[in-house]
């Protein structure tokens, strides 16, 4: 968004797309630049790293391209202005080169600076030829704002060539290529891009509310010291844009407000139960503002949830932390550091700076793993959300090695995240229950580096300067987090028995499930299919290496949903709301049992649930999440009363009530 030297506002594709992801940003940009407020100066290194990442993913496809032989005129912006470039990038287009790069394309209000414009032999009145748009993005996967951008450059092209290119396409990080139909954007694109007209042509108020962009934009300082000044609901830890939406409808629009709120206020559209989590989260931070003293509240014990998904403590259990560069390489990063820390103190450190190195430390890991677990069978790997778990699944099955080894340790169990503990037994006083905010309880930090953002702009100067001091930093900074998970699980341990006396009940320690053992024929079979892919893969051969992943290929492909299965397994009825594909607090509607009648000693139930997302339907067979078995199988459903109708066993209704169903 800038003016040009008659005053007049011009607009870009990222315009657009900024002010889709907050329509209050657009807001800013204009006060920014009619002079009614000051742009705040805000080292944002992050940001940085990802815009200079991504232009050298450009240049890596420009290369390619040259190094294909591809004729390629480049325009750009020149001292003669955009005007002045736009006219050339016509003229270039007539000309009919293979490939226009930085292409630039105005018309009206509207500016824009295509990546790459390729040619294809088909006629417009261009001639036998005409173009379409590509651009280079460093997702592993096309983004909606880069399919806007893209359709802009598209509608810009029907107006030069006179026909709209039938394909776009995104250079994805990972080196793929994702193609689309412009003429299946164009009516969305042209109604948002008129949305933003209206906003600018005749600015409404707007509120800042916190979106996913906030980490990316300078204006974050401004809206920060907005939410303070207003003390709004988004400071409440947890808390949803449509939950303080509901709220400010009952006219509570401050964490004041919340916090001093009546118990057991009827909002509308909100569960009494949620309202209620959300008032106590405000009222523990209301305290600490008022008194400066953080404090803490053990939750209600739920069955196999919070302090219940602990196991005893064992001679052998580690604790681990991965740091990892999201843009070690395009598309794709790098773990670059496993750290680990056991009962005692002591600190290991697997590092690895190239691929090669990647799959030989996750090897060394899960090797370390499953030699302390033969060891001590009543050890357990803690860490602090599934950051660790998913990036582990993720490169044993990109690199085809281990795979059975993690399966295995998952299936057993092994791996305790901590925060779902935390989230699940406890409420804080922070506004956040990151690992930094909850240690505040049991120990200070010490470590130079603020946050895994840090480790990743300085992991990444390392690359370029070497400096071993930069990893030995990194490395301490890991340290610090593994013994942080080491000294939160010994905290959460001593707060058990203290949730016992208080709630006056028993809170058994975690047992995994019994572990069904293959037969010997099985798993000799199965440990001969993993030595051949492995031997398959490690040849380098680009068949034999596929060859090898494709070994198991549909037992591979089901894991992941039985992943999801027991991760969802482990969340509460209020967690499984946000869920999806998950139907979250669902409470019997006070109707009789209705007999189905005929040989089958199955009733049919009736239940409310408050209204959600979900991706159940009638037909379906569903699972309670506590027992982790069948709770029958849905025979009506009304999503607008939010009512359905289960099918039950006997069996199924001598397990007791589902307070949640799973697919």
């Not at 690895?352 to 370390?368: F, G, K, T």
């Not at 572990?515 to 993993?530: H, I, M």
């Amino acid at each position: 968004m800038r003016l040009d030297p008659s005053g007049s506002l011009l607009l870009s594709p990222s315009d657009l797309s900024a002010h889709l992801a907050c329509a209050h940003l657009t807001s800013l940009e204009l006060s920014a630049l009619r002079g009614q407020i000051e742009r705040p100066e805000r080292e944002n290194l992050q940001a940085e790293l990802i815009r200079r990442k991504g232009e050298e993913h450009e240049a890596a496809f420009l290369t390619t391209l040259r190094a294909q032989g591809k004729e390629v005129v480049e325009i750009g912006i020149g001292d003669d202005g955009f005007a002045a470039a736009a006219a050339r990038t016509e003229e270039a287009l007539r000309a009919g080169p293979e490939v226009v790069y930085q292409a630039v394309l105005a018309s009206g209000r509207w500016r824009g600076i295509a990546d790459f414009l390729v040619r294809v032999d088909e006629p417009s009145g261009l001639g036998s030829f005409s173009y379409e748009a590509w651009d280079t993005k460093l997702a592993r996967h096309a983004k909606p704002s880069a399919v806007l951008q893209l359709t802009f450059y598209s509608c810009e092209l029907e107006r030069i060539q006179g026909r709209l290119p039938g394909a776009m396409h995104v250079v994805l990080g990972t080196g793929a290529q994702e193609t689309f139909r412009p003429a299946d954007f164009t009516a969305y694109f042209r109604t948002a891009r008129d949305g933003l007209a209206v906003s600018v042509d005749a600015p409404q108020v707007t509120y800042p509310y916190p979106v996913a962009h906030c980490g990316l934009c300078d204006f974050l300082p401004l809206c920060n010291e907005h939410w303070d000044r207003e003390d709004h609901l988004s400071r409440v830890a947890r808390i949803r844009r449509e939950q303080l939406e509901r709220l400010g409808l009952a006219e509570i629009s401050t964490l004041e407000a919340l916090g001093d709120a009546a118990p057991g206020m009827q909002v509308e559209r909100m569960p009494t139960q949620t309202f209620e989590t959300l008032r106590a989260q405000a009222a523990l931070q209301l305290s600490h503002r008022r008194t400066g003293l953080h404090r803490y509240e053990l939750l209600e014990p739920l069955e196999q949830r919070g302090l219940g998904l602990l196991p005893a403590p064992s001679a052998g259990d580690l604790f681990y932390d991965i740091e990892g560069d999201p843009f070690w390489e395009p598309g794709r990063g790098l773990e670059y550091l496993h750290g680990l820390v056991d009962r005692d103190g002591h600190f290991t450190a697997i590092w690895a700076h190239d691929r090669d190195e990647e799959r030989s430390a996750v090897e060394r890991l899960l090797d370390l793993f499953q030699g302390q677990l033969a060891v001590d069978p009543g050890m357990h790997v803690y860490h602090y959300a599934s950051y660790e778990t998913s990036a582990l699944k993720r490169l044993v099955a990109e690199f085809g090695t281990r795979e059975e080894a993690l399966d295995e340790l998952l299936r057993r169990e092994l791996f305790v995240d901590l925060y779902a503990v935390v989230r699940q037994s406890l409420r804080i006083s922070h506004p956040r229950y990151s690992i930094k905010n909850v240690r505040q309880f049991f120990m200070t930090a010490e470590a130079d580096l603020a946050g895994g953002d840090d480790a990743i702009v300085l992991y990444e100067q390392w690359m370029a300067e070497r400096d071993p001091a930069l990893l030995e930093t990194i490395e301490r900074y890991n340290e610090e987090d593994c013994v942080s998970t080491l000294r939160l699980r010994d905290w959460l341990v001593e707060r058990k028995p203290e949730a016992e006396r208080q709630h006056g009940v028993a809170i058994p320690w975690h047992e995994p499930a019994e572990l069904r053992v293959p037969s010997e024929e099985t798993a000799q079979a199965r440990d001969e299919r993993e030595a051949l892919r492995e031997r398959l893969v490690a040849t380098g051969d680009r068949d034999l290496v596929l060859l090898g992943h494709l070994l198991d290929y549909h037992r591979r492909e089901a894991k992941p949903v039985w992943w999801w299965f027991f991760a969802r397994c482990e969340l509460t009825a209020e967690e499984l709301i946000d869920d999806s594909e998950a139907i979250g607090l669902l409470a019997r509607d006070g109707s009789p049992p209705e007999p189905v009648g005929g040989k089958s000693k199955s009733e049919i139930h009736g239940y409310r649930f408050p209204v959600q997302q979900h991706k159940l339907d009638p037909g379906d067979a569903v699972y309670d999440p506590v027992t982790e078995q069948a709770a029958g199988t849905i025979e009506g459903l009304d999503n607008v009363a939010a009512t359905l109708r289960l099918r039950r066993s006997p069996a199924q209704i001598e397990r007791g009530e589902p307070e949640a169903l799973i697919p």
